[in-house]
C-alpha cells in the first residue's frame, strides 16, 4: 500500500500509522517493499566461520560436527566479538533486527572458568551492540556428549557441571534495552532427564512468567534412537513429560516427528523453528512444518549455522520444502511466511512488542527493493516468493536507520561487512596473514 507513513517516537516504538498520507519534506521517503523487521530465532553465530571450508568432503552432519568443534576450541572472547559482531553486521544488512543467539561455547579451553564467568555471553552482548541489532542470548545448558556420555575435548568448554550451576551463571547477565536473556536445552543428548525441571524452574521472569526456552528437537534420527533406547519415548514425548513444551517453548529444527510428536507440540503451542539452508546443507531433512503449524505450532525461522543469511530465502524455502514433498504449491501463504519472519520468531524471542507495523510496537522495518533483477516485474504481494537479501536496501532498528542504499551504516569506518568477516574469520582460524585487511 502506497502513501503510508509510519512515525516513530523517542522510545524507538511507533506512535502513529497513517494511510493515505502526502509527503512532507521532513519525510524519510522509502520506495520500496516496507515489512516488520526480521526476527532470526536460532543462531550459531561462530559457525559463520565454517562457510565455504566443508563441503568438499562430503560426510555428514556427524562429520562436520568435528570441523565445528575445530572451530570452537580456538575462540576467545576477544575473537569472538570480533567474529561476533561482523556476522551480525551480515545478519542486519539481510533485514534481521532481533537474532536469537543459541549460547553454549561458555567457558576457556578444557573448560577453564574465565575471571567473568561470562565473558563469552557478554562478548555476544557487545557484538550485537556494534552491529546494531537486538538480541537474545539462549544461555544453553549442555552437560553431557551424549546419554549417559561424558563431555571430552573442547565439550568441556561448554559444561558448567550440573544444571544448578548453569542456571547461578546465567543468573548474572542482565538485561538491557537490546539484550535479553534466556535459556536452552542443547538436546535430550545433552541433559540428561533429570536436570530438566531444574531448568524449566529457573526460565522465570521477575514476574513470575516464563522466559523464552528453547531446545534442538529431533535434528538427527540418531538423536531419536538413542532417546527411545535410553527412555522408551521419543526426544518430543520426553520433553512433554519432563514439563519443557508450551507456548514459551521453541523446538529447532522438529525434523524428524511421528504424529504424536507433532500432537504434542501443537496442542501446546510449543513454536516450532524451522532452519532450512542449514537442514539442506547438513542433509538433515524435511521437517513437517505444515502439519505442525495446522496443529498449532506457530513457525519461525532462523539461519542456524550460516551457510548463508538470508530470511527471505529461508521463508521461500519453507514454503519449497513443502512442495517437494506434498506435490503441490502454495502450502504457506505469503502473509504466513512474513508472520514466521517477524511476529513468530519475535515472540519466541521473548519481544512481544516487535514483528508488527503498528502503534505501540518497536519501529523496525526492513525495506525491499521493487527494480532489482529478482523483484522487476514482480506484484508487490508476491515479493517475499522472489526477493534475496541482495534487495534488502533499508533497515531500520528501533527508529534508527541502520542500513541505508544497502550499506550497513555501523561498519563504515572499518571498510565494510565483507571486510570485516574476512579479517575476523582469519583470526577466528589463527591463519597467516589475518590481520592484513583483504584486496
Known sequence: MAGVRVTAGESGKITAVELDAQPRPDDVRLDLLVLPGFANTHSHAFHRALRGRTHTEGGTFWTWRDRMYALADRLTPDTYCELAAAVFSEMVLAGVTCVGEFHYLHHGPGGARYGEPNAMGEALREAASVAGLRMTLLDTCYLRGGIDIP????????????????????????????????????????????????????????????????????????????????????????????????????????????????????????????????????????????????????????????????????????????????????????????????????????????????????????????????????????????????????????????????????MRASGGVPRALTKAISRAWGEAGATRPPP
Open 151 to 410: 563431555l571430552e575435548g573442547v565439550q568441556r568448554r561448554f559444561d558448567d557441571g550440573d544444571a544448578e550451576s548453569w542456571a547461578m551463571r546465567v543468573c548474572e547477565l542482565a538485561d538491557d534495552e537490546m539484550f535479553r536473556v534466556a535459556a536452552a536445552v542443547h538436546s535430550v543428548r545433552a541433559v540428561p532427564v533429570e536436570e530438566l525441571s531444574v531448568i524449566v524452574e529457573a526460565d522465570v521472569g521477575e514476574d513470575g512468567a516464563p522466559r523464552p526456552l528453547h531446545v534442538h528437537l529431533s535434528e538427527q534420527p540418531a538423536e531419536n534412537a538413542a532417546c527411545l533406547a535410553a527412555y522408551g519415548r521419543t526426544p518430543a514425548q520426553l520433553l512433554s513429560d519432563q514439563g519443557v513444551l508450551g507456548s514459551a517453548t521453541t523446538a529447532v529444527h522438529a525434523t524428524h516427528l511421528t504424529a504424536e510428536d507433532i500432537a504434542l507440540l501443537g496442542s501446546s503451542g510449543t513454536t516450532a523453528c524451522i532452519c532450512p539452508s542449514t537442514e539442506q546443507d547438513l542433509a538433515d531433512g524435511i521437517g513437517p512444518a505444515r502439519d505442525l503449524a495446522d496443529a498449532g505450532s506457530p513457525i519461525a525461522l532462523g539461519t542456524d549455522q550460516h551457510v548463508m543469511i538470508d530470511m527471505l530465502y529461508e521463508s521461500r524455502m519453507l514454503e519449497m520444502h513443502e512442495r517437494l514433498t506434498s506435490g503441490r504449491r502454495g502450502r504457506f501463504s505469503v502473509e504466513e511466511l512474513v508472520d514466521a519472519l517477524s511476529p513468530a520468531g519475535h515472540a519466541a524471542l521473548g519481544w512481544p512488542e516487535a514483528g508488527r507495523i503498528e502503534v505501540g510496537s518497536l519501529c523496525d522495518l526492513v525495506g525491499v527493493r521493487l527494480d532489482s533483477l529478482r523483484t522487476s516485474g514482480s506484484l508487490a504481494p508476491q515479493i517475499p516468493l522472489v526477493a534475496s537479501a541482495s534487495d534488502v536496501d533499508t533497515v531500520v532498528v528501533g527508529g534508527r536507520t541502520v542500513v541505508e542504499d544497502g550499506r550497513h551504516l555501523p
